[in-house]
């Protein structure tokens, strides 16, 4: 599966963003439902920080629990991320990740990446 995230951007404190993640499937592969997907986050520096997974049922990190919602669109093969009051701490680079394992808050379980995007809240 390839993976392609967008919407990042520059907001101020409080404000609202929503990334997307475009998931390509290749013909005679697994579907996109058979794949647990999350949303990671790094600072330079930083090691990879989970910010929420959905298969069946959704885990959100406590740093974002209340402010965050990840769903999934199985038939357009798309899962976003609403960020809501979005704080300076969340200012960090944004993946999209999948696996075909459960849902996993672990980094190393994720097998497929996105490219990134930039999510920058000043204060």
């Known amino acids: 599966v390839q993976l392609q995230a967008s919407g990042g951007g520059s907001v101020q404190a409080g404000d609202s963003l929503k990334l997307s993640c475009a998931a390509s499937?290749?013909?005679?592969?697994?579907?996109?439902?058979?794949?647990?997907m999350a949303w990671f986050r790094q600072v330079p520096g930083r090691e990879r920080e989970y910010v929420a997974s959905?298969?069946?049922?959704?885990d959100y990190a406590s740093s974002v629990m209340g402010r965050f919602t990840i769903s999934r669109d199985n038939a357009r093969k798309m899962v976003d991320l609403q960020m809501n009051n979005l704080k300076p701490e969340d200012t960090a680079v944004y993946y999209c990740?999948?696996?075909?394992?459960?849902?996993?808050?672990?980094?190393?379980?994720?097998?497929?990446w996105g490219q990134g995007t930039l999510v920058t809240v000043s204060s």
């Open positions: 990740a999948a696996t075909r394992r459960i849902l996993s808050s672990s980094a190393s379980d994720y097998n497929y």
């Open positions: 499937v290749r013909p005679f592969s697994p579907s996109f439902t058979s794949y647990s």
């Open positions: 959905i298969s069946g049922s959704r």
